[in-house]
């Protein structure tokens, strides 16, 4: 929720006081440091399945021998991420050089670039054994304490007329200062943590596999605003900057779901590890049944509120047309798609199965490209996301079917049906709220809407389920609560 605020707060002062050629420039070179970021070669990933059984075993010698694999793989790709940043320096410049200066967006790279490089060089192998040891809740809260601190910040430097430069240097420095905190954390919790255990070639065996499914990630959430960025000629940025507000919502409500499925993956890790079988189909039917709820009580508001929200968000800017009704209604239906498919992912990534379904990622991607290439020149925007829509949908269905070979056949029916008789809830109150007409012209207007309609369609959504589930919602809230505390059920 933090970071969602921080994402709804600062882009609207940065647009305001830099123009939305700057706001899309940014956007863009995020972009394509995700790309280069892919150096990163599923080292996370991988580390943080090999971290479960030394874990729950507390095997310290076995521990600290995959920390110090992933130390030295992290340090090998922030070598070669510094040679790629080096040519993106010399090239990306030249792209943009009709809209914003060089030396600019040269110095934006670098000061961009700044984080992944803590993460290569310090960072990256604190962080995993963290998310394997169930503490994520130590990044999550000096994250959260970082993030508060940033908007404050970078507020106080736009008002004060600084440079878009140093505001985004700012960030940079209180990241590094978040890093120290985790370092010392575990430096504090961790008896006999070593990071120079001699390690194998081969110390990390789903390395490869986690990397082929990490490209196509990127390939998928952050091609969009890169194409636009190279496809779109002079409006390019202008362009990119419309996507990135849209976009805004979407990544808020995806940041709600990535941090759900940090909390529960670990847990679905564990109880793999242990072959506690029944316990496992419980946990995940606990927590499909409560997350179908929330993900679609959000995004039914998401659309019902997004074109309101823009139009409030982007009055002060005249140098782009925001408000587009057609964009709303694709953003929603793309962020829904990809985001009811995060229970199933949790549990593929909690067994580790990289490689198994590499294959199906290398789909998506396919799709995701080849849709929005023969889409984006003619509908612009609009062709960018429903290229992303086709790729998301193909993915969704196939891990849903995917992840059921985990559990019995009857597991596979029970999901699907949750998903039809929300998507039905949702149609009906998307229906009657625009039959109503919910619009809001100030902030202030718009939070009470919002908070309405928050509230009824929550309660809509939980009544219909209980009708049909009625006696598992106690039992679920209960499970629920205690695993996002990282307890074990007796």
């Excluded at 892919?38 to 399945?49: K, N």
Aim: proline share 1%; hydrophobic share 50%.
């Amino acid at each position: 929720m933090v970071t969602a605020l921080s994402g709804i707060i600062l882009p609207h002062y940065f647009i305001s006081c830099y123009g939305s050629a700057i706001n899309g420039m940014v956007s863009s070179i995020t972009q394509f440091l995700s790309y280069l970021a892919l150096v990163e070669s599923g080292i996370s990933a991988s580390a943080i399945v090999e971290l479960y059984k030394p874990l729950e075993e507390k095997d310290d010698l076995s521990r600290n021998y995959v920390l110090s694999a992933a130390k030295k793989f992290y340090l090998q790709s922030g070598i070669l991420y510094v040679v790629l940043l080096a040519l993106l320096v010399l090239l990306y410049p030249a792209i943009i050089s009709e809209q914003v200066d060089r030396t600019t967006s040269i110095l934006m790279i670098i000061v961009l670039a700044g984080s992944n490089l803590i993460d290569y060089f310090i960072l990256g192998k604190y962080r995993v054994l963290l998310s394997a040891d169930q503490r994520i809740s130590v990044l999550n809260n000096i994250q959260s304490i970082g993030t508060i601190l940033n908007i404050a910040v970078s507020i106080a430097l736009m008002l004060a007329g600084q440079s878009v430069v140093l505001v985004k240097l700012a960030a940079t420095v209180i990241y590094a200062c978040r890093t120290v905190l985790i370092v010392i954390y575990v430096r504090r919790h961790y008896d006999n943590i070593r990071f120079d255990v001699k390690t194998e070639k081969n110390a990390l065996p789903q390395r490869w596999s986690a990397l082929f499914h990490q490209i196509v990630g990127v390939v998928c959430n952050n091609t969009d605003i890169i194409l636009i960025t190279v496809c779109l000629g002079s409006r390019s940025l202008t362009e990119a900057s419309v996507y990135y507000v849209y976009a805004l919502a979407a990544n808020m409500f995806t940041s709600l779901a990535n941090s759900l499925s940090g909390a529960i993956t670990p847990t679905f890790g564990k109880l793999l590890v242990m072959d506690r079988k029944d316990e496992l189909r419980d946990t995940f039917d606990s927590f499909e049944f409560l997350y179908f709820v929330l993900i679609f009580t959000v995004y039914t508001c998401m659309y019902v509120l997004l074109l309101p929200f823009v139009g409030i968000y982007t009055a002060s800017v005249s140098d782009a047309e925001y408000v587009r009704r057609g964009l709303a209604g694709l953003f929603v239906m793309m962020g829904l798609i990809q985001n009811i498919r995060i229970p199933a992912l949790s549990m593929i990534c909690a067994a580790g199965h990289y490689k198994q379904t590499q294959w199906r990622a290398f789909a998506e991607a396919v799709i995701n490209l080849g849709v929005t290439l023969a889409l984006i020149f003619r509908y612009g925007i609009a062709g960018a996301v429903i290229g992303t829509i086709c790729s998301y949908a193909y993915r969704t269905i196939d891990s849903i079917i995917y992840s059921k070979r985990f559990f019995e056949h009857e597991v596979l029916k029970i999901t699907f049906t949750r998903l039809i008789r929300n998507a039905v809830v949702m149609a009906l109150i998307v229906f009657i709220s625009v039959k109503i007409g919910v619009t809001a012209s100030t902030w202030g207007g718009f939070f009470v809407s919002g908070l309405m309609m928050f509230v009824v369609s929550i309660l809509l959504f939980l009544i219909v389920n209980y009708a049909f589930e009625g006696r598992k919602i106690k039992r679920h809230i209960e499970i629920v609560r205690s695993m996002l505390k990282g307890k074990e059920q007796s």
